[in-house]
């Protein structure tokens, strides 16, 4: 059984899309877990100095992109838990 090396992939070209597809995938899914992790205003990172992290964007806008309506200019407050 030979081990993956460079000369491996030189002599099996077809397995390069499937590597780079497979490490793209792994990178994105590193990145939006990280993002969550990071991001997400349920989490929190220091429960002494905010141990409730929802309540941070109790009167700031949490909305997604829309290209059709400016939630900057809406009235939507947050949904009460």
Known sequence: MQ???????????A????????GLGCGGALFYTARLAFRNPEVTWNRRTNPEPWEEYRTKQYK?????????KEDCPAPKY
Request: aromatic residues 14%; contains cysteine; glycine residues 4%.
């Open 15 to 22: 397995l390069i899309p499937l590597f780079v597809c497979v």
């Open 3 to 13: 081990g993956l090396s460079i000369e491996s992939l030189k002599r099996h070209k």
């Open 64 to 72: 997604f992109y829309s290209p059709t309506r400016d939630y900057s």
